[in-house]
């Protein structure tokens, strides 16, 4: 929660700017890349809550229709959601990911990982400070 309250403290002064440049180094837009961050929690979250053993089929996959601003705000619920399912799962609870098993410390140090590293891709396509 606090990953993604950082983020959006940060990115909230620039909605007015134009999210359709790069994010940083990556081929993605600055829009793009926020809602890559808000299915990537959800993604996180639904494994664990469900204890997948395999890959499951996203809960959601972009949203090319949402302002910066409404991605924001998706991504701050699903950052919320991800931390509920964390605080609800036993330690012992794990859910698929790529590169293995993860268990509820490692998906919540994933999903502010994901917040993180691409609120700096988005803060330098946008030129606003990020630390």
């Keep these: 929660l606090r990953a993604a309250g950082i983020a959006r403290a940060a990115l909230e002064p620039a909605l ?3 999210w ?4 940083g180094d990556l081929e993605w837009d600055c829009r793009r890349t926020l809602d890559h961050v808000a299915d990537t929690l959800l993604f996180y979250g639904a494994h664990l809550a469900t204890r997948a053993a395999h890959r499951l089929v996203p809960p959601r996959n972009g949203d090319p229709s949402r302002s910066p601003e409404e991605l924001l705000a998706v991504a701050s619920g699903a950052a919320a959601m991800l931390a509920e399912v964390v605080r609800a799962a036993p330690a012992d609870a794990r859910g698929f990911h790529g590169a293995g098993m993860a268990d509820p410390e490692g998906f919540v140090a994933m999903g502010c990982a994901e917040t993180l590293i691409h609120a700096d891709d988005i803060a330098r396509g946008l030129g606003v400070p990020f630390a």
């Design 16 to 18: 007015e700017r134009d």
């Design 20 to 23: 359709s440049v790069p994010a």
